[in-house]
């Protein structure tokens, strides 16, 4: 089946430093991913949405300088937070979906910021 | 704007109770509808995927159904077991995004 991994799973940061998140799709060419971030005992809040070799469009409120998106290839996209703060601390979570099929999701990243 | 809403929004059963959980979705213009299954700390895993078109889906102990028009769906789980305690999420597919509820925290007590 369709494998979809993050990397790292999990990461603690110092206020102010950049943090990069990978995300891959491992077994198919994912011509759209999507980032996710869940905050405890809440549901999962689409970030933005990319397409490979686009920019990405972001969802209202969310923003882009902040939160850096390259989606370079069809099997890796990844999200930058810059100057991550303590309330960017986050379960980021990707997905990525083939040209027409159904997404596939990462398995999380836990981010941290001190 | 597509708004999905779960209910209960925690369940609490003893091991072999058959239960539902419910999702309801505002904009019945879904291209399909999928609950998901989410542990602690973890990703999700897709377990049932219904298209718009149809009425159910069936896997093992779990059965999903979706009345479009009504804007409902609802995941049944048979003879519960421990293992099943997790958090339950519903999404629809609306255009090209995924929407999700707020999801329903099933514990099942042994």
């Known amino acids: 089946g369709a494998v979809v991994s993050q990397h790292p799973s999990r990461v603690i940061c110092k206020s102010g430093t950049s943090v990069k998140i990978e995300c891959r799709s491992l077994?198919?060419?994912?011509?759209?991913m999507f980032w996710y971030r869940q905050f405890p005992k809440q549901s999962l809040m689409l970030m933005a949405t990319?397409?490979?070799?686009?920019?990405?469009?972001?969802e209202q409120g969310v923003e882009k300088d902040k939160f850096l998106i390259n989606h370079a290839s069809l099997t890796l996209s990844t999200l930058t937070v810059t100057s991550a703060h303590p309330e960017d601390s986050s379960f980021y979570i990707c997905?990525?979906?083939?040209?027409?099929?159904?997404?596939?999701f990462g398995p999380g990243t836990r981010l941290t910021v001190l | 704007k597509q708004e999905v809403t779960q209910i209960p929004a925690a369940l609490s059963v003893p091991e072999g109770e058959n239960l539902v959980l419910n999702c309801s979705f505002t904009d019945s213009a879904i291209y399909n509808l999928q609950w998901f299954r989410q542990d602690p700390g973890k990703g999700l895993t897709s377990l049932l995927l219904i298209q718009s078109s149809q009425r159910e889906q069936t896997s093992g102990r779990l059965n999903a159904s979706l009345d479009k028009s009504s804007g409902r769906s609802t995941l049944y789980i048979a003879a519960s077991q421990p293992g099943d305690s997790a958090t339950y999420l519903c999404?629809?597919?609306?255009?090209?995004?995924?929407?999700f509820g707020a999801g329903t925290i099933l514990r099942v007590k042994s």
């Open positions: 077994d198919f060419q994912a011509t759209t």
């Open positions: 997905s990525a979906r083939p040209y027409s099929g159904n997404q596939f």
């Open positions: 999404a629809v597919r609306h255009g090209n995004k995924l929407v």
């Open positions: 990319s397409n490979e070799g686009s920019k990405a469009t972001y």
